[in-house]
């Protein structure tokens, strides 16, 4: 039940089945409401375990991209939550876990702990990871960042990242 709250493959509403037409968003609602039961169960002694489930599900193949955004959602959660427990996703970041980091961050940000995520991404911004992603979360950080979004739009450029550019010309139109 707990993979196929946080994958978006198949609905598990209890009553999903019986409705005609089928609700998606009554879906939605149910695994949003189920979020804290599951931030509940993920502590400092539990995050590594955590992680490596995560990190299975991640492996699962996707048609969409779109299955994970339950797992998103829920991880946002735990970063506004629990931002200590939350920053050791961003510790273990690899480009498998790469589809969460937006919504990790964003949740750490809506937390009040703001000195957490930008240590993460000043370093990775040196080391030339996760561009893409960072401009992305650029877009909708809280309090905005300009010359981390140039320093963003520079790596990509000296990497030739062409994911990374648009991403920050994006950025950049949209703030």
């Given at each position: 039940?707990l ?10 509403r ?29 502590t ?27 797992l998103?959602?829920?991880l ?9 427990v ?13 589809s ?70 994006n ?5």
């Open positions: 039940m993979y196929k709250t946080l994958i978006g493959h198949d609905s598990v209890p009553t999903a089945w019986d409705e005609h037409p089928f609700d998606p968003d009554a879906t939605n609602a149910w695994r949003a409401a189920r979020y804290p039961e599951i931030v509940d169960q993920i400092d002694d539990t995050v590594d375990a955590w992680i490596e489930r995560v990190r299975l599900y991640v492996a699962e193949p996707k048609s969409t991209g779109g299955e994970l955004m339950p998103a959602d829920c946002k959660l735990l970063g506004e939550t629990k931002p200590g939350a920053a050791r996703f961003l510790e273990v970041m690899d480009d498998a876990f790469s969460l980091l937006i919504s990790v961050l964003l949740g750490i940000e809506a937390s009040g702990q703001g000195t957490i995520g930008p240590s993460f991404i000043w370093r990775w911004i040196g080391q030339g990871r996760f561009l893409p992603n960072l401009a992305e979360y650029l877009r909708w950080q809280q309090c905005f960042d300009p010359d981390m979004l140039i320093a963003v739009a520079a790596r990509a450029i000296e990497f030739a990242d062409d994911h990374a550019v648009l991403g920050s010309l950025t950049a139109a949209h703030r």
